[in-house]
Protein backbone atom coordinates (compact mmCIF):
# COMPACT_ATOMS: atom_id res chain seq x y z
CA UNK A 1 0.00 0.00 0.00
CA UNK A 2 1.45 3.55 -1.00
CA UNK A 3 2.10 5.77 1.64
CA UNK A 4 -0.27 9.26 1.58
CA UNK A 5 1.37 13.03 2.23
CA UNK A 6 -0.07 14.08 5.40
CA UNK A 7 -2.86 16.91 4.50
CA UNK A 8 -1.63 20.46 4.99
CA UNK A 9 2.34 19.11 5.53
CA UNK A 10 3.76 21.49 3.57
CA UNK A 11 1.24 24.09 4.24
CA UNK A 12 1.95 24.42 8.12
CA UNK A 13 5.69 23.79 7.22
CA UNK A 14 5.10 27.30 4.63
CA UNK A 15 2.91 29.17 7.65
CA UNK A 16 5.81 28.27 9.90
CA UNK A 17 8.30 29.69 7.95
CA UNK A 18 5.86 33.05 6.79
CA UNK A 19 5.45 33.11 10.74
CA UNK A 20 9.15 33.72 11.25
CA UNK A 21 9.39 36.66 8.33
CA UNK A 22 6.34 38.20 9.07
CA UNK A 23 7.22 38.64 13.01
CA UNK A 24 8.56 42.07 12.56
CA UNK A 25 4.81 43.09 10.77
CA UNK A 26 2.80 44.01 13.74
CA UNK A 27 1.22 40.79 14.55
CA UNK A 28 0.69 39.35 11.17
CA UNK A 29 3.40 36.60 12.27
CA UNK A 30 1.23 35.71 15.10
CA UNK A 31 -1.63 34.48 13.01
CA UNK A 32 0.16 32.30 10.35
CA UNK A 33 1.58 30.86 14.10
CA UNK A 34 -1.24 30.13 15.16
CA UNK A 35 -2.66 28.52 12.08
CA UNK A 36 0.52 26.50 12.26
CA UNK A 37 0.28 25.16 15.43
CA UNK A 38 -3.29 24.37 15.13
CA UNK A 39 -3.11 22.55 11.59
CA UNK A 40 0.02 20.90 13.04
CA UNK A 41 -1.57 19.23 16.08
CA UNK A 42 -4.86 18.01 13.81
CA UNK A 43 -2.27 16.15 11.41
CA UNK A 44 0.21 15.09 14.68
CA UNK A 45 -3.17 13.35 15.70
CA UNK A 46 -3.86 12.06 12.60
CA UNK A 47 -0.35 10.57 11.59
CA UNK A 48 -0.43 9.02 15.34
CA UNK A 49 -3.66 6.84 14.53
CA UNK A 50 -1.96 5.37 11.84
CA UNK A 51 1.31 6.06 10.91
CA UNK A 52 2.47 3.85 8.59
CA UNK A 53 -0.48 5.17 6.52
CA UNK A 54 1.01 8.68 6.29
CA UNK A 55 4.26 10.33 5.09
CA UNK A 56 5.29 14.14 5.35
CA UNK A 57 5.88 14.15 9.25
CA UNK A 58 9.16 15.88 9.41
CA UNK A 59 7.94 18.87 7.84
CA UNK A 60 5.02 18.80 10.37
CA UNK A 61 7.27 18.86 12.97
CA UNK A 62 9.21 21.60 10.98
CA UNK A 63 6.79 23.56 10.75
CA UNK A 64 5.29 23.42 14.45
CA UNK A 65 9.02 24.31 15.31
CA UNK A 66 9.59 27.28 13.23
CA UNK A 67 5.75 28.43 14.15
CA UNK A 68 6.65 28.39 17.75
CA UNK A 69 9.77 30.37 17.30
CA UNK A 70 7.79 32.78 15.07
CA UNK A 71 5.14 33.01 17.65
CA UNK A 72 7.77 34.00 20.27
CA UNK A 73 9.22 36.53 17.44
CA UNK A 74 6.43 37.78 16.98
CA UNK A 75 5.34 38.56 20.44
CA UNK A 76 8.73 39.54 21.81
CA UNK A 77 8.52 42.32 18.93
CA UNK A 78 4.83 43.08 19.83
CA UNK A 79 5.32 43.96 23.23
CA UNK A 80 8.86 45.65 21.87
CA UNK A 81 6.19 47.96 19.89
CA UNK A 82 3.69 48.29 22.93
CA UNK A 83 6.54 49.07 25.36
CA UNK A 84 7.99 52.19 22.91
CA UNK A 85 4.78 53.73 22.55
CA UNK A 86 3.81 53.66 25.69
CA UNK A 87 6.79 55.22 27.13
CA UNK A 88 7.58 57.73 24.08
CA UNK A 89 4.10 57.59 22.30
CA UNK A 90 3.34 58.11 18.69
CA UNK A 91 5.10 61.62 17.94
CA UNK A 92 8.40 60.35 19.74
CA UNK A 93 8.06 57.27 18.24
CA UNK A 94 7.64 59.02 15.16
CA UNK A 95 11.03 61.51 15.54
CA UNK A 96 12.72 58.47 16.44
CA UNK A 97 12.41 57.09 12.95
CA UNK A 98 12.93 60.56 11.44
CA UNK A 99 16.05 61.07 13.58
CA UNK A 100 16.95 57.29 12.21
CA UNK A 101 16.76 58.71 8.81
CA UNK A 102 18.43 61.72 8.82
CA UNK A 103 21.84 60.06 10.21
CA UNK A 104 21.35 57.02 7.52
CA UNK A 105 21.23 60.14 5.29
CA UNK A 106 23.98 61.92 6.07
Known amino acids: MEKQTLPNS?????FGILSIVGCC????????????????KKATALYTENPELYDGYNNVKT???????????????LAYVIFIFATVGVEGYQEMIEEIRRSAGA
Do not use: E, N, Q
Request: charged share 5%; net charge positive.
Open 63 to 77: GKILAIIGLILSAIY
Open 25 to 40: CYGIGIIFAIIAIVMA
Open 10 to 14: TLILV
